[in-house]
């Protein structure tokens, strides 16, 4: 079975935890198959926001699977429009069963949809991360890009899909409402955790080690947070919240780049003896640090790093986002919705100081965990009846080891 997954716009960036990374890895891992990996020229610096040009050609990523990166349109408007001129040919080179187009607001599904109709054995899939939060703020982008060029060329390639999935319930409504898809043709396929990386069995051990290394003592409740520190991450408001407390005991960990604005700030609270300020680190020292700590508090924006968190299976503190709820799952959670330091602190309070409402909610976010790996969510990514084509007989026990602890 030959899988060509698609970056079709932006960059692509090899050892990233983004779903264009590990969903393709993991459906190789589950299903046995032969994923090859196409992408533009783009990719992002280490830790960084700025953007790399790579030259045209194949690759190895870092976690073994083929990367062809294909040269980006010359133009500022080609480019806009996130055309890759040789995409046909590599298809027709590749020769896949299953396309997965990431990101598919770009005029290249036209060439998608040309080798669909030419081989029309294939199977295509896509997704898109556009939700108004993130797209369509601008009249330019909202009435032109989105509103007529994206809608025109998604409403009549639809049919050629067997799903487009939003990776947020809000990204669902977004392809509903913006673009006019289908019910039929529309679902949720979620971002996660890459569960290959957790060392459950060993996590105790872990725990103890880095809490050693932290200078914390196993009575301190660890509170972790991160990702891109911007101000609507709202650091702040946790870092008054916990001051407020006045509590010794209460640590907090921070992991990420922050942006020019916030690297002030995190320069004067680096000095507070309960704060940790990680700097950026990659999936696998984050999974490690989930493992040091009780509790995760993201009272910002959305971020893929809260579908990790509940993925590893942490309980948590979230910001309430309208149709970004999906990892609530009746108990592993709470959501803080006013932005302000009193009530985050009650939610706070609430939970460390209360042992029964920690320990119930500890074991809900056990309990739900792997709904949110990886393995869990490449056998949805591809439809119901990919089990008939994989090359790998023993999907079922891959699934059962790679989720066994």
């Not at 990719?43 to 960084?48: A, I, Q, Y």
């Not at 032109?144 to 990204?171: C, N, Q, T």
């Amino acid at each position: 079975m030959k899988i060509v997954s698609i970056v079709l716009h932006g960059n692509f960036t090899d050892g990233m935890a983004y779903q264009e990374n590990c969903l393709p890895y993991y459906q190789k891992k589950v299903f046995g198959a032969d994923v090859v990996i196409v992408a533009g020229q783009y990719s992002l610096k280490t830790g960084s926001n700025e953007s790399v040009v790579n030259a045209p050609g194949e690759y190895t990523c870092f976690n073994g699977l083929r990367l062809i990166r294909i040269a980006n349109a010359k133009g500022k408007i080609r480019r806009k429009l996130a055309y890759m001129p040789a995409l046909y040919d590599v298809l027709e080179k590749e020769q896949p069963d299953y396309i997965f187009a990431h990101l598919i607001q770009s005029v290249s599904i036209k060439d998608v949809v040309r080798y669909k109709k030419k081989h029309p054995e294939v199977k295509v899939y896509g997704d898109s991360h556009a939700d108004y939060i993130n797209s369509a703020h601008g009249w330019l982008s909202k009435k032109i890009l989105h509103g007529i060029i994206w809608k025109h060329i998604l409403k009549k390639s639809e049919v050629y899909f067997e799903k487009i999935y939003g990776v947020l319930p809000a990204r669902v409504s977004f392809l509903k409402k913006m673009y006019g898809l289908s019910d039929d043709k529309v679902d949720l396929l979620l971002m996660g955790a890459e569960d290959e990386l957790i060392d459950y069995k060993q996590r105790a051990a872990i725990r103890k080690k880095i809490r050693e290394n932290l200078n914390f003592s196993e009575d301190d409740f660890v509170i972790i947070t991160g990702g891109k520190i911007d101000e609507r991450k709202n650091l702040k408001v946790l870092v008054e919240s916990i001051e407020s407390f006045k509590d010794n005991n209460i640590k907090l960990l921070v992991f990420g780049k922050p942006d020019d604005k916030m690297q002030v700030y995190m320069d004067e609270i680096k000095r507070k003896d309960y704060i940790r300020n990680l700097g950026w680190i990659d999936s696998r020292r984050m999974y490690e640090y989930f493992h040091a700590s009780d509790l995760c508090v993201f009272p910002g924006t959305h971020s893929v790093i809260w579908e990790q968190a509940v993925g590893y299976g942490l309980p948590g503190v979230f910001r309430h986002w309208d149709e970004i709820d999906h990892i609530d799952l009746r108990g592993n959670m709470r959501f803080f919705y006013n932005n302000s330091v009193s009530e985050l602190t009650d939610i706070l309070k609430e939970i460390i100081y209360s042992k029964g409402t920690y320990e119930k909610m500890k074991s809900r976010a056990e309990e739900i965990r792997r709904e949110f790996h990886y393995s869990t969510l490449a056998t949805k990514s591809l439809g119901e009846n990919v089990m008939e084509q994989a090359d790998n007989k023993q999907v079922p026990g891959i699934l059962g080891r790679l989720s066994e602890n």
